[in-house]
């Protein structure tokens, strides 16, 4: 017989922390119902993390809340933290709880070494939860792969653009900037 641990809810997750087992500065990630270890962050991951707040904050205002590897809660199993997430404004800012799928409006994820992971793991369940838009940064492949139209585990629409094309969020049509920017390119 195997004995496999079962899964664990995001509270069974928050009391792990409350109780000092998980610490704020572990870089863990509640993944249908596995805690998972994240990738380390090197300086071209978290360059381009800051480059595409910047973009975004410049861009947006007050329009949305633009949240910078913070926890997403979605359904009672995950609790993902996506290098960038968009957000419905909120008066309190999330601070009585954390931000659910209704409240985002594109995910971001930078992916250095993480490519795999961030579409076959995070991506279906992004999609699982009707997250509208997911942006996988791809540094090594210097190209932006944008994922929309959430249909089951997976999406309806995915585009490419490489350093010389443009992004321009879904549900902020207003908003556009040069993907080479993200790419770290000149």
């Given at each position: 017989?195997?004995?496999?641990?079962?899964?664990?809810?995001?509270?069974?997750?928050?009391?792990?922390?409350?109780?000092?087992?998980?610490?704020?500065?572990?870089?863990?990630?509640?993944?249908?119902?596995?805690?998972?270890?994240?990738?380390?962050?090197?300086?071209?991951?978290?360059?381009?993390?800051?480059?595409?707040?910047?973009?975004?904050?410049?861009?947006?205002?007050?329009?949305?809340?633009?949240?910078?590897?913070?926890?997403?809660?979605?359904?009672?199993?995950?609790?993902?933290?996506?290098?960038?997430?968009?957000?419905?404004?909120?008066?309190?800012?999330?601070?009585?709880?954390?931000?659910?799928?209704?409240?985002?409006?594109?995910?971001?994820?930078?992916?250095?070494?993480?490519?795999?992971?961030?579409?076959?793991?995070?991506?279906?369940?992004?999609?699982?939860?009707?997250?509208?838009?997911?942006?996988?940064?791809?540094?090594?492949?210097?190209?932006?792969?944008?994922?929309?139209?959430?249909?089951g585990e997976?999406?309806?629409?995915?585009?490419?653009?490489?350093?010389?094309?443009?992004?321009?969020?879904?549900?902020?049509?207003?908003?556009?900037?040069?993907?080479?920017?993200?790419l770290l390119k000149p």
């Amino acid at each position: 017989m195997v004995k496999r641990p079962r899964p664990f809810t995001v509270e069974e997750f928050h009391r792990l922390a409350e109780a000092g087992i998980l610490h704020e500065d572990d870089r863990v990630e509640l993944i249908r119902g596995e805690i998972l270890e994240m990738s380390p962050i090197g300086s071209r991951h978290a360059a381009a993390v800051n480059r595409l707040a910047r973009l975004f904050i410049q861009a947006l205002g007050n329009r949305a809340i633009v949240s910078i590897q913070n926890p997403v809660r979605l359904g009672k199993d995950s609790e993902p933290q996506p290098d960038l997430a968009l957000l419905k404004t909120r008066a309190d800012d999330y601070a009585h709880d954390l931000p659910q799928a209704g409240d985002v409006l594109l995910l971001a994820e930078v992916a250095d070494t993480s490519l795999t992971y961030d579409l076959e793991v995070k991506l279906p369940l992004y999609a699982q939860h009707g997250i509208p838009e997911v942006w996988v940064v791809d540094l090594l492949g210097e190209r932006v792969l944008v994922f929309r139209h959430p249909q089951g585990e997976s999406y309806g629409e995915t585009l490419t653009e490489g350093p010389e094309g443009s992004l321009t969020p879904l549900l902020l049509p207003e908003v556009s900037f040069p993907a080479r920017l993200v790419l770290l390119k000149p």
